[in-house]
């Protein structure tokens, strides 16, 4: 495996960053999970634009223009000569000293990118739905780490997904600190009452993911009502069908929250309908490549 380290193609081996890196020892910078559908990269254009909004907001100037990164992007999986893939771009603040100063770093930052394959949850999970559980932990302040900013510092999300895993579920819903549904660890979460698409805004402790996005195109196309609206646990219990969203996930039915059904516990016509059309437009939409 060749991996994209500060503008080599490096291999798997020697890819290595250093100990020093704010990356490493504060969690001190942005990333993205990108994938890629039959040679066609999905959606890279709002994940570069994601990844740079990120690193602006956290004031690190990547040192690549949009369209050098892109390059770079396809570059890396072209080298692993990888039809299907998920992609992760890391950057982060670079090589500093101890102390969180990050003009220690001196601007150089740390741009790895790596190709691989990925399968994230098992197939009958797609099939049969998911079972979740609120956790303990509350997702970030939007005023503290405001979950818009999508960081390597992940440890919200860790101590969430480590309590649901202690309890035997796969995902753990988070709420935000006012008590309202947030979103999973790692995606978002939508639900269906009566015909029409329910998400939390984002801001509401929830990031704006691009398959979230997604969807809410989708629905406009199938002409389902979609809001944005803040969600209890309850509105979450009585509603007919849910489901998760993320590129790493892509798209999962939720059929039990807290032991609730959600509807009849198996996943929803709604549900199965824009996972059909999401499929759809991974195999036509993206930037090409060829390998
Ligand atoms: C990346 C991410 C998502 C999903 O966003 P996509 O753009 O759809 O991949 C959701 N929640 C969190 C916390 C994330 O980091």
Known sequence: MKIYLNGELVDKSKAKVSVF?????????????????NKLVFKLKEHIDRLYESAHSIMIDIPLTKNQMEEAIIRTIKANKLKDAYIRVIVSRGEGDLGLDPRKCKGNHTIVIIADKISLFPNKLYKEGMEIITVPTVRNLCEAVNPQIKSLNYLNNVLAKVEAINSGHQEGLMLDHLGYV?????????????GELFTPPQCMGTLRGITRDTVLDISKKLKIPAHEHVLTRHEFYISDESFLTGTAAEIVPVVRVDGRKIGTGRPGKITKRIMEEFQKIT?????KYKI
Do not use: M, P, W
């Open 21 to 37: 890196d704010h990356g490493y020892l504060y969690g001190d910078g942005v990333f993205e999970g990108i994938r890629s559908y």
């Open 283 to 287: 195999k036509t939409d993206g930037v």
């Open 182 to 194: 947030a979103e999973c660890t790692g995606e978002n979460i939508f639900v269906v009452k009566q």
